[in-house]
């Protein structure tokens, strides 16, 4: 077994220097300060208590380390994740429970080891059943969602529900009850945060600062909002006002535990958490090749699977939440210069002393401060003009995006992406199943075959060239038997059919058959069947079949000259 394969740190660790431990550490301080408002932000919006976020954040990181293959990625909670998890335990147990928090580390352990397994099954392909227009219209509903499920710490009111609808009406039957103190710092923070978001930078850029500092520097502005707002309750007792906290935080590092084993809460939760893996699987690869494209390095999905899914069995064991890569985490962490998973494990250091020695601090947090964090971050995730776009371009994806998009909204983040998947894959097969098909004729002087409908060809009245643009298979065997068959009836003169095969990728056997039905209804006729342009592994699997042995006609390497042979064998 290839260990390298398999822990990718042996890679890079053996020729790690100590200009590449600057940049890893320098990164890791930035990452930090950006992490610890996150983490906390995360686990309310997951309805767990604050540690929990900041757990997901020390174990994880250092266990990504040894496993990932992405040199800049950063783990940790995220938003949609969080919000998934939230989905899936509110039905089972009241927030912050203990059964939700046990809940909250099982989902962990199921995901990481179902990412493990995927991993070591190589089954990294399976997250492409998720079109981009599905993902896309999911995190966009899920965004709208997240942003609207915190408009209660916002408003420092009771409200709740499971989708934006049930969000909506609880809202505005409790928006009389708002604590004005409370409303005052979360809107004094998404005011401060946004402002930081889109003027700091040039704000900074003019004052001298060079590019990349002031990027860094606007995106690490939560930590000043949390630092403000946290000596703004704690100077003026603004719980005594109303203001929500959150509270007193358990200092000192996480113990590892196995959690429950209990076969009824994986069931219950088994669904939901592979759905947590896929998802997060897809965010996390699209943000590491991206990353890794721009220094001309790659990422191993595979390995990428086996490493989120190590990070999540060990947020599993050490009192975590689901974990996956985060975009503006990784930006940052790549900006700031990180030059290899080792970034990841200073930033768990990091997060540990956070843990065991400013918890005392974290209590004084306003919850407001923590959802204007929450607002402000997934705002960046709400693509509405994506739908414009994709309606454009193609009223399928279209529709299977928008199928993702009011589900999520209506009624939950797992009915959505299901119904999104199934859509996806149910267009898919629709489409494959009624390949286009095209009679071409020769460009005239030229060996080039174009459709006769698009352009002004030569002909042979006799010999027909039928052009199949989809690979052969079950869902569209009949399909092909039907427009041959239909080709046949219009065309009395025709003695010689030839099936142009340059876009068939594979002919399964349900095609095979198919085809030699055709092959024989075209003898009963009197008709020659002949195939061209073959590609050599499809034409490697048809050999010894009876479909060649059977076959009247021949398989020509190139349409031209299967032109030549039967067309002078026509005018004969």
């Not at 196995?258 to 809460?265: F, G, T």
């Not at 095979?512 to 590609?535: F, Y």
Request: glycine share 8%; charged share 15%; net charge negative.
């Amino acid at each position: 077994m290839n260990l390298k394969r398999y822990l990718p740190i042996l890679q890079w660790a053996p020729d790690y220097s100590r200009n590449q431990a600057t940049s890893d550490l320098v990164a890791a301080v930035i990452v930090t300060v950006m992490l610890i408002p996150q983490s906390l932000a995360y686990a309310l919006l997951a309805g767990l208590p604050a540690q929990v976020g900041l757990y997901a954040s020390i174990l994880p990181l250092a266990i990504y380390a040894l496993f990932g293959s992405s040199r800049t990625l950063s783990v940790g909670p995220v938003a949609v994740a969080s919000l998934m998890t939230a989905a899936a335990l509110s039905p089972l147990a009241e927030a912050g429970s203990a059964e939700y928090l046990m809940g909250a580390v099982v989902l962990a352990l199921m995901s990481g080891l179902m990412l493990t397994l995927m991993g070591v099954l190589r089954l990294g392909f399976l997250a492409n059943f998720l079109s981009h227009p599905v993902i896309s219209g999911f995190i966009t509903a899920s965004g709208l969602v997240i942003a609207a499920s915190q408009l209660r710490h916002l408003f420092g009111i009771q409200s709740g529900g499971h989708n934006l609808v049930e969000i909506a009406g609880s809202f505005l039957a409790s928006v009389g009850d708002t604590n004005l103190p409370t409303l005052m710092v979360g809107a004094g923070s998404i005011a401060f945060l946004a402002w930081a978001r889109y003027r700091l930078k040039p704000l900074l850029g003019r004052l001298g600062m060079a590019d990349r500092t002031a990027d860094i520097l606007s995106k690490t502005a939560p930590i000043l909002a949390v630092i403000v707002t946290t000596f703004l309750a704690w100077a003026l007792q603004l719980d005594a006002q109303g203001v929500r906290l959150v509270g007193e935080v358990p200092s000192g590092l996480p113990e590892l535990a196995l959690p429950s084993l209990a076969p009824d809460l994986w069931s219950q939760l088994a669904v939901s958490a592979l759905l947590i893996s896929v998802v997060g699987f897809v965010e996390s690869v699209s943000v590491g090749q991206t990353l890794a494209a721009k220094r001309r390095q790659r990422i191993d999905p595979d390995q990428e699977l086996i490493g989120l899914g190590s990070a999540n069995i060990s947020a599993g064991l050490s009192g975590g939440m689901p974990v996956t890569g985060g975009f503006s985490r990784s930006v940052v962490n790549f900006e700031a210069g990180a030059e290899t998973p080792a970034a990841g494990a200073y930033t768990a250091v990091g997060i540990a002393l956070a843990t065991l020695f400013l918890t005392p601090a974290i209590a004084w947090l306003p919850k407001a401060t923590l959802a204007a964090t929450i607002i402000v971050a997934v705002i960046t995730l709400i693509d509405l003009p994506a739908l414009v776009r994709t309606f454009r371009y193609s009223r399928t994806d279209f529709g299977a995006m928008l199928a993702t998009i009011l589900l999520t909204l209506v009624h939950s983040v797992e009915a959505g992406i299901i119904a999104g998947v199934a859509l996806s894959i149910g267009l898919f097969l629709y489409r494959t199943s009624r390949p286009h098909c095209a009679v071409v004729g020769r460009v005239p002087g030229t060996e080039h075959f174009r459709n006769v409908l698009r352009h002004d060809v030569e002909l042979c009245p006799k010999v027909t060239f039928l052009r199949v643009d989809e690979s052969l298979y079950f869902a569209n065997a009949r399909f092909l038997e039907e427009t041959v068959m239909d080709l046949v009836t219009r065309e009395p003169e025709l003695t010689d059919l030839v099936l142009v095969c340059p876009a068939v990728n594979l002919i399964d056997a349900s095609a095979l058959e198919s085809l030699e039905a055709i092959n024989e209804r075209l003898g009963d006729s009197g008709v020659r069947l002949h195939l061209s342009e073959v590609k050599g592994p499809v034409m490697d699997r048809l050999r010894g079949t009876e479909l060649l042995e059977h076959m009247a006609g021949g398989v020509h390497l190139s349409t031209f000259e299967a032109w030549q042979a039967l067309t002078d064998r026509a005018a004969a």
